[in-house]
């Protein structure tokens, strides 16, 4: 699945090169659409250099085989959109492409977690046995139940689970802000 690029500030956005930049060297050579998927916004396509995805759309209006050029825009997402053009020329230039790092693995676990608490919940699992599959039996049965911190972890889960597939989702699209 492709999203929108005003959702997703880790795609590359692709124009048309300046005409006072050289077209000698510019890698637009280096692309390949494949698996390209074409709309309003322009062609969406991957670059996969072994290890590393990274999302590009040439805009339409962009004709195929010109020199390109990234497209920055001046606003709050402009350093995301600079985190992954670098990616984008490490990955051409085949250097070592960073990891995308939009989600710590704490993260990652605790959206698991919320996956897993809200399909038990839907298919009518209790918020104990939810905590039961989730952090194990055993620590469930540890502590009274009423009163456990096991189960406003659980009923955490639970609400934000729901909360991320009533559109909660877009938010892993975009990246992390450093200081």
Do not use: C
């Amino acid at each position: 699945m492709l999203w929108s690029a005003e959702m997703d500030t880790s795609a590359v956005l692709l124009t048309h090169a300046p005409a006072i930049l050289p077209a000698a060297d510019n890698l637009f050579t280096e692309l390949r659409e494949t698996a390209a998927h074409s709309d309003e916004q322009g062609v969406h396509f991957l670059l996969w250099d072994g290890q590393q995805t990274v999302r590009l759309v040439r805009l339409a209006g962009t004709p195929a085989g010109t020199p390109l050029a990234a497209l920055v825009p001046l606003d709050a997402d402009g350093f995301d959109r600079i985190e992954a053009i670098d990616r984008l020329l490490r990955a051409l230039q085949a250097r070592p492409v960073p990891s995308d790092r939009r989600l710590t693995r704490q993260q990652k676990r605790r959206h698991r977690h919320m996956l897993q608490a809200v399909d038990g919940r839907m298919n009518g699992a209790t918020y104990r046995a939810i905590a039961g599959a989730i952090f194990g039996d055993d620590r469930v049965a540890a502590e009274h139940w009423k009163t456990s911190t096991l189960r406003v972890t659980t009923s955490a889960l639970v609400k934000d689970g729901m909360a991320m597939i009533a559109g909660g989702y877009r938010t892993l699209l975009r990246h992390r802000r450093q200081p």
